[in-house]
């Protein structure tokens, strides 16, 4: 499975950005997807996650109630809605796709990375 991830870019403070991923394989469409970022000088760290049909989503606390997780299977896509995004949200982004068809937070639970997506918040 290869994740090719987009739609990373420059954007101020309290500003939206929609980040998506696409699968080459509809092989994803049956596993549990998730987002990570990595910001410079620290360890990739849990964004949200999303189970196979979509019904179970799980958050990081810093992003809970901003950032939107979202998936088309019919379209082999992950999406990332992010809205009042902070400074403290530029990073780079990852999509995944996990080893089974549950939401994780765990990285080890997933066995496909994308290439990562540069989002930069500016105040």
């Known amino acids: 499975v290869q994740l090719q991830a987009s739609g990373g870019g420059l954007v101020q403070a309290g500003g939206s950005l929609t980040l998506s991923c696409a699968a080459s394989k509809r092989t994803s469409s049956n596993n549990g997807m998730g987002w990570f970022r990595q910001a410079p000088g620290k360890d990739r760290e849990f964004v949200a996650t999303?189970?196979?049909?979509?019904?179970?989503?799980d958050y990081a606390d810093s992003v809970k109630g901003r950032f939107t997780i979202s998936r088309d299977n019919a379209k082999n896509t992950l999406y990332l809605q992010m809205d009042s995004v902070k400074p403290e949200d530029t990073a780079v982004y990852y999509c995944?796709?996990?080893?089974?068809?549950?939401?994780?937070?765990?990285?080890?639970?997933?066995?496909?990375w994308g290439q990562g997506t540069l989002v930069t918040v500016s105040s």
């Open positions: 999303i189970d196979w049909r979509g019904g179970n989503t």
């Open positions: 995944a796709v996990g080893r089974g068809p549950t939401s994780s937070r765990n990285k080890v639970r997933y066995a496909y």
